[in-house]
Each structure stands twice: as structure tokens, then as C-alpha cells.
């Protein structure tokens, strides 16, 4: 390279070296950056890197000083992302259960470029997290992009659907056969990423896992569903939902001991109502899905949780709390 185009890097290199290499903890001295630009065949005096400093400051970069001794040492200070949210942002990456492994070490590791070298190490050792379960559908991120486009484009989308067998073998669903729908939003729930689309052939909304969904492709045809979505409540259909899972939305009464209004408010929100029953008991009136998850989630409080209408609903309850017990008699222990 010349002389006068490594000049022309000169500045760009020493932005680099400076986010790259310093911090708070760890400033950098004059001779450093001189020592740096030298190994990019830059020659440079004290004097023309106090200008580039300079300018790098009238640019933006919050370039800090601090005195080291006899010398003068810089850092940069205020950054896009500080350490802190850099934690949460690599956290929630490595937490997440439907990006794949392979691709939350490619994200943690672009997250960590936006820190310094020093803060990476404490940022990658912070959120190490073991044996948390990942998803196996690598093109996810592809599907998300996909759907995106075609929200935007306003165009109806075909896939296929699968299921995972226990030889861990994708079974497509319907054999096979592509679903067509109106893709309109996507939305997180309970760990996993779920696109809600309308369904002209149903006539009704429905939900579909992303990291499920294969062969995405946008269509010529316009989205349908667009006056059911203009009276769609994102935020109420996912609190309906357990767990995403299907079921008739109705109204439904349940009996909760006094000592479950916390785990009651955290499912519905602090705008449910508590209704006194007696002295150690309240009831709510929600809109659910009437499915196996209500089921499991309200077993999981045993005896201090159940439900008071509609009577179908306490029926089939029933029936679900019979069918798990007849699992655990005596006469039914073998496999």
C-alpha cells in the first residue's frame, strides 16, 4: 500500500485499535497507538495521532483520558452498548431455546466485537450457561427473514409442517401436503417463536412454530384476514393460549386458594380480577383454551386450584386428572 493511502487508513485504524483495545480498566498509552499503527506500515508522530484524537471526538467517539503515572492513558468511555446490556442481550441469546447452538456462538461472538477484548472475556465467562435445551432447525433464522417479507410485501406464504419422531427423524405433517396461509405477525410465547397467520381455507387465525415450519415460500397472492386482524388482540390471544397449545377460547371460572394470587397474576396479568370466595379461597373469570396445558397448569397447584365453570370444561378436567391417575394404579404399573 503507499504511503498516502495507508494515511488515509490512519484514522479508521486507530478508531479500530481504540474500541477493540481499550476501556475503563484497561487504557491505552500514546505509545501504543503508535506501536499499532506501525504494524499497519503507518508511520505517525504524537502530535498528528493528539489531531486524530481529536477528530475522533468532534466525530462522536467518546474518547476518555486518565493519568498513568507519568503518562497519559485513553479509553473509550460511553459506548453503543454498555457491558451491562451487552450481558442481557448474550444472555437472552444463549437462554433462547429456538436459536440453534451453532448460531448463538455466531451471535455471542458478534456481540462481543461491540465490547472492548477485556470485556469480552468477563462477557463470555458471565453468561455461560449449562445444559440448556436448544433448538435442532437450523434455517430458523431464514424463516424468520421469510415471514418478515412477506408481512411486508403483503403476500400469503405455502410451507410444510413437521414433528419430530423418536428416532429424532422429521415426520411432515398432512404427508406432506403444503399449508397455505396469510402470514401476519410473529410472536414470542413460552420459549419458542410462533408466526400467527390467517387461514382463508378455516376461516379462522391460527399459530405455527417457526423452527417447525420448512420450504417457505412467498406467493403472488394477496394476504387475507385483514379484518380479523384489525380487531386482533396479540397480547390476549397469547395469554389464552397455554403454551400455544389449540382449544375453543371461552370463559372460564377458576377456584384458587388465597396463597396463589401471586402465580395468578403473573399468568394474567395484573389486570385480572380476584374475586373473595371466603376466607381462604378467590375465584377469576378468563378467556382460555379449554387443553391439556390449562390441565397441567393447574395441576401443578394439586388441591388449591380448580375449575368452577363451565361445567364441560370441570368435566373434561376430570376426565384428564382420571386418566393420569389410572397411569399410577396399581393394576396399570406395567409398561
Not at 435442532?136 to 419422531?165: C, G, K, L, S, T
Not at 415460500?217 to 388482540?233: I, V, Y
Not at 378468563?286 to 393447574?298: H, K, P, Y
Request: contains cysteine; hydrophobic residues 40%; glycine residues 6%.
Amino acid at each position: 500500500m503507499s504511503k498516502r493511502g495507508s494515511q488515509k487508513l490512519k484514522l479508521l485504524y486507530l478508531c479500530q485499535y481504540l474500541l477493540r483495545n481499550s476501556d475503563e480498566e484497561h487504557p491505552v498509552t500514546m505509545s501504543d497507538m503508535i506501536a499499532c499503527l506501525a504494524r499497519q506500515d503507518i508511520a505517525a508522530e504524537r502530535k498528528s495521532v493528539y489531531d486524530d484524537l481529536e477528530a475522533l471526538r468532534l466525530f462522536g467517539l467518546d474518547v476518555q483520558t486518565v493519568r498513568l503515572g507519568p503518562v497519559t492513558g485513553y479509553f473509550i468511555g460511553q459506548r453503543d452498548f454498555q457491558l451491562p446490556e451487552l450481558k442481557l442481550l448474550v444472555d437472552s441469546v444463549q437462554s433462547s431455546r429456538f436459536i440453534t447452538e451453532k448460531k448463538s456462538l455466531e451471535l455471542i461472538g458478534k456481540l462481543e466485537s461491540l465490547a472492548s477484548e477485556h470485556e469480552a472475556q468477563a462477557l463470555h465467562r458471565e453468561v455461560y450457561v449449562r445444559g440448556r435445551i436448544k433448538a435442532m432447525n437450523e434455517p430458523i433464522y431464514y424463516n424468520v427473514d421469510e415471514i418478515h417479507d412477506a408481512i411486508d410485501q403483503d403476500r400469503a406464504i405455502v410451507f410444510q409442517y413437521f414433528e419430530w419422531n423418536v428416532e429424532k427423524k422429521r415426520v411432515l405433517r398432512r404427508n406432506g401436503q403444503r399449508y397455505r396461509v396469510s402470514p401476519w405477525a410473529l410472536l414470542w410465547d413460552n420459549e419458542n417463536y410462533y408466526m400467527v397467520a390467517y387461514d382463508g381455507e378455516a376461516g379462522k387465525i391460527k399459530h405455527f412454530r417457526v423452527d417447525k415450519m420448512t420450504g417457505i415460500r412467498k406467493t403472488d397472492l394477496p394476504r387475507q384476514g385483514a379484518e380479523d386482524f384489525g380487531r386482533f388482540d396479540m397480547a390476549a390471544y397469547s395469554d389464552s393460549h397455554f403454551g400455544m397449545f389449540s382449544g375453543d377460547v371461552q370463559p372460564v371460572r377458576l377456584a384458587f386458594d388465597r396463597g396463589l394470587a401471586g402465580a395468578v397474576i403473573d399468568r394474567f396479568g395484573p389486570g385480572v380480577s380476584l374475586v373473595p370466595l371466603d376466607e381462604t379461597r378467590f375465584s377469576v373469570t378468563v378467556n382460555v383454551a379449554v387443553n391439556v396445558q390449562l390441565f397441567g397448569w393447574l395441576c401443578g397447584f394439586g388441591t388449591q386450584a380448580r375449575i368452577l365453570a363451565p361445567d364441560s370444561a370441570a368435566a373434561e378436567m376430570g376426565r384428564h386428572a382420571a386418566a393420569i391417575a389410572a397411569l399410577y394404579d396399581s393394576a396399570h404399573t406395567t409398561p
